[in-house]
């Protein structure tokens, strides 16, 4: 069997502890729509901080933790264990952007969300245009220096906490028309403007708004890479945030098996605890099993 090295358990511990101070606000986050008071919001963030579990993802020398990829799933398996997207103060900023960021995009956007000092959302998904994103709708025009983008957005998730969005449209003109490229948009800027906010079947102050681009005009310094590249730059951020939210949904499954087991042991039935049941041993079992 795979063994953990003393680091990997180091920063499992880590976020193990953090998890372990952000379960016991859950019910006040789930009765505030997910949100808590500003200055626990800002604890959590400064503890996170504090202990090194912001920026995992990103290499030491771009002045993030340069974990290995087992331990930025151990600390985001962690992050799953808490509800309400708490422990999304376990931040991965983009580490893709990292070797082709300009020296402008570096210290305007990159290092500062490094820091903990931005937060950054990715307007890429649309209405007809979900999991393919090859057929995006929202274009990109040259004008002089410049780019106009047009579209629409869906499930532009952490909006209303970010920064600056990436937004990903087609060239309409230029050798690379029909051609993605990706974009750095302030938050707020001209033109940008949320169509609605649907509601969800979970409470996180995270919001996924619809969100509108009209005659968004922005300078060419903030193209992301050259003319043609959007689509491996949005590539590259899903297969890593699929592997991340599959390691959150493993850390909430065990969550669940020990909320679970809690439960039946102290669930009196017939003057026994729930848990002799031979059937709720099995199901108890069964769900463990599964984690593995």
Request: charged share 20%; aromatic share 8%; hydrophobic share 40%.
């Amino acid at each position: 069997m795979y063994g953990l090295s003393s680091d990997d358990v180091c920063w499992q511990d880590r976020a193990c502890n953090l998890a372990d101070a952000l379960i016991p606000h859950e019910v006040e986050a789930e009765r505030a729509g997910g949100w808590l008071p500003t200055e626990v919001r800002a604890e959590h963030h400064e503890e996170a901080l504090a202990r090194g579990l912001v920026a995992t993802d990103i290499p030491t020398e771009a002045g993030g933790q340069g974990c290995t990829m087992l331990q930025q799933v151990l600390v985001q398996e962690q992050a799953g264990r808490v509800t309400n997207g708490l422990g999304w103060v376990m931040a991965t900023p983009p580490a893709w952007w990292v070797d082709v960021a300009t020296e402008l995009q570096r210290e305007r956007w990159l290092l500062p969300t490094v820091r903990g000092e931005m937060v950054e959302c990715y307007a890429i998904t649309e209405e007809h245009a979900g999991s393919d994103v090859a057929d995006l709708g929202a274009t990109a025009r040259r004008d002089g220096d410049s780019y106009v983008l047009d579209g629409e957005k869906w499930h532009v998730t952490s909006h209303n906490e970010a920064s600056y969005a990436f937004v990903q449209a087609v060239l309409t003109d230029g050798p690379h028309a029909g051609e993605h490229a990706m974009f750095v948009v302030d938050l707020p800027s001209p033109g940008v403007r949320v169509v609605r906010t649907p509601a969800y079947s979970h409470s996180f102050a995270h919001e996924h708004p619809i969100v509108a681009f009209e005659g968004v005009r922005i300078p060419e310094s903030h193209r992301v890479g050259a003319e043609g590249e959007g689509m491996l730059f949005a590539q590259e951020w899903f297969r890593f945030e699929r592997l991340m939210v599959a390691a959150r949904c493993l850390g909430a499954a065990d969550r669940l098996v020990e909320e679970a087991s809690t439960f039946a042991s102290g669930r009196m039935i017939g003057g026994a605890p729930l848990a002799e049941r031979q059937l709720v041993q099995a199901m108890l079992a069964d769900s463990l099993t599964e984690l593995f």
